[in-house]
């Protein structure tokens, strides 16, 4: 559990995204809803044949709120030595989602592997995708209300969130309010005397 | 128990409930409740290096019918927790639970929304087996304890009420 | 979502009669083979197998948002526990995507890469052991099971022996390791290595050259190299269609360029094609496993010299006012990595395992996205198991490997 000393998120960045660092692990592209279906299209006429991975982030701090993150590899199916596979090109298309209008096309038709990767960004962070077969939750139960990874839904779980830690406290047979008995202290004493070889005349017992 | 010497041989006299009581400890057969790295090291414990058969436990059974012990291994997810009421539920009478590892028990190290924070808030549970996982060690002490449990008549015993 | 006569199917099926003779079944999420917990939902016809619908989330565990409300260096402990057959091959890929934030990858210590490749090896053993047994199992060929276990045994003895613990240790550390490799590791890898290959022997003996094994796998759930790649498959699933693509060759990682190992493929694509798959890359592992061996014999350091993120070593904590700063902030406060975002991918014991790691500046990740390997490849199931028996459901799905902390997470 993090400690109360904490430094304050003054110097922390809104949007990660924008920050580039000097880090060559793909291509990045940035684009918006309305845009997202033609570029991956035009992507994948371009040999990224694989869709890597489907994520969601959660920016409150910024608009659009929300980033759908594309991970494609270039990949081709006849490649059939190490050679010909070689380094093939990655490249990672941040969508930019907002709050209000929180929809993106579906790629289910352009890679079958984007099914099950859609419902989890539906079922964690509540963002649609028009024309997916079968959009439910995939990870929660069918009826669980609110989005977990949004950053305004508790770690806990609104239900969960106020009760205190650790949960075994709750749990102890020793009635809460039980005031202190006043002989732990003298039990101790016992204890240590004990464990040294004194002898100690039992009085309190 | 005693053997008596008495005309016409040797009579072994003892309680009924005792004999059923030895008999159903030298055979608990555990439910296969693999949820998750718990799974892993229960399956050690069956394994050669361990071999919980030498305990009784020869076979895991699938099905609830069949099962006397369920061991909860694992996390309980919030999906999965009326799938485990409903198996313990369907385990026929006398049952035992052992909740391995320190999820089952109270959430473990996983204190959020998403994992159950003790199998023992959907059934009862009898021994508590704390680690992340528990060594299969930590395991077979649990269903010896179980067995000790089960020869002194508690909870679950054969006239013992769920 | 509804079968194709029209019956609901999910969350409480109901017995309704369709007239057509298909059955819906509901397999799992309690079912003997002990793969975890999945539920597949599957429209029968006699036998054949006419739709297959895999339900996840039994086991989601939210290790994405725990993570974010650790520290840097305490989210590895529950990245950990998602694929828990080999927990440290999790660890090493968000360690290096953490190290690729802050900058730090060049000055990782050499052996500190050696041994982090000798572990994540050993783990792929053990992994496949887990694999192969259970694999058995299924089918009924339970000795194999016994066999494979004792293997992952002696691994475990070297997991606990360095990191203190069978499974989970917390060993890998942001910048090398927590410390040295105990004396006597490789004296035991060393015997790890002589009984490896009498015991691959039997195994192979046992399961590869079983005729009914093979009967049971040959020409069951075909996959083709295109729809691999459609479907997004990776690791030995995909190389069993024929695509050589293993993030080590591809992408190297901690050192991996100067180990000479090969990339085990097969053309079929059927279950058999990925079981020989996955033993003949068992040897590599192990091929490549004697080559770091060698190498560990020079000692060096394992963790990176800048206190700002590799706690000091505790024996200077009493004579250096610094060092004993810097340990009580790594540990109550952690460091902060710098703002911006990396997708870190290696090559796991079920192909592809990647963590895009956000980072906004703080001393806590953002965002940790896994790539989930498994629950790619479990999603092929709802193709290659249509026109399948219902009795080959289980070594298709046994085939695929996957593991069920990484599906849901």
Sequence with gaps: MPSSQTPPAGSTALDPTAVRPDIADARIIRVTPAEVRATLERLKGEGFAMLLDIGGADYPGREPRFDVVYHLIALASDARTVAAVGKPERVRVLCGVTENEAVVPTMTDLWPAADWAEREVYDLFGISFSGHPDLRRIQMPVEWEGYPLRKDYPLRGPAREKTPRPSFALKSNVAAGTPASGKTAAAL???????????????TK | MAVNEMPGGQFFLAKLDDVARWAQSSSVWPLTMGLACCAIEMMTATASEYDIARFGSEVFRASPRQADLMIV????????????RRLWEQMADPKWVISMGACASSGGVFDNYAIVQGVDTIVPVDVYVPGCPPTPDGLLYAVNLIQQQIRQGGRGGILARA | MTTSAGVPAAHGLDIVDTGDGRMIISMGPQHPSTHGVLQVITELEGETVVRAEPEIGYLHTGIEKSAENLFWTQASTVIERMDYLSPLSNACCFIMGVEQLLGITGDIPVRAQQARVMLCE????????????????????????????DLRERILDLTELSGGARMHPNYLRIGGMRDDLPAG?????????????????ELRALLQKNPILQDRMIDVGILSAE??????????????????????????????????????????GDAYARFMVRLDEMDQSMRIIEQVRKQLDTPGP????????????KETIALSMEALIHHFKIVSESFRVPPGDVYQPIEGPRGELGYYIVSNGDNRPWRVRTRPPSMYNLQVLKKIAVGEYIADMVVMIGSLDPVFGEVDR
């Design chain 1, 189 to 203: 004493q016992r204890q240590i005397a004990a464990a040294r070889g004194q002898i100690v005349k039992d009085e």
């Design chain 2, 73 to 84: 291994s694992g996390r309980v997810a919030q999906k999965m927790a009326p799938v485990v």
């Design chain 3, 122 to 149: 050993l783990h792929r053993i053990a992994s496949h052991c887990v694999w192969l047994g259970t694999g058995g199992i299924d089918l009924g060929a339970i000795s194999g099971f016994f066999y494979a276990f």
């Design chain 3, 185 to 201: 590791f490789l004296g035991k890898v060393d015997e790890l290595i002589a009984m490896y290959y009498p015991r691959m022997r």
């Design chain 3, 227 to 268: 729809d691999a790649i459609a479907w997004g498959i990776t690791g030995p699933a995909l190389r069993a269609t024929g695509v050589p693509y293993d993030v080590r060759r591809a992408f190297p990682y901690s050192g991996y360029e100067q180990y000479e190992f090969d990339v085990v493929t097969r053309t079929e």
């Design chain 3, 302 to 313: 394992v963790m990176i010299a800048d206190t700002k993120f590799a706690p000091p070593p």
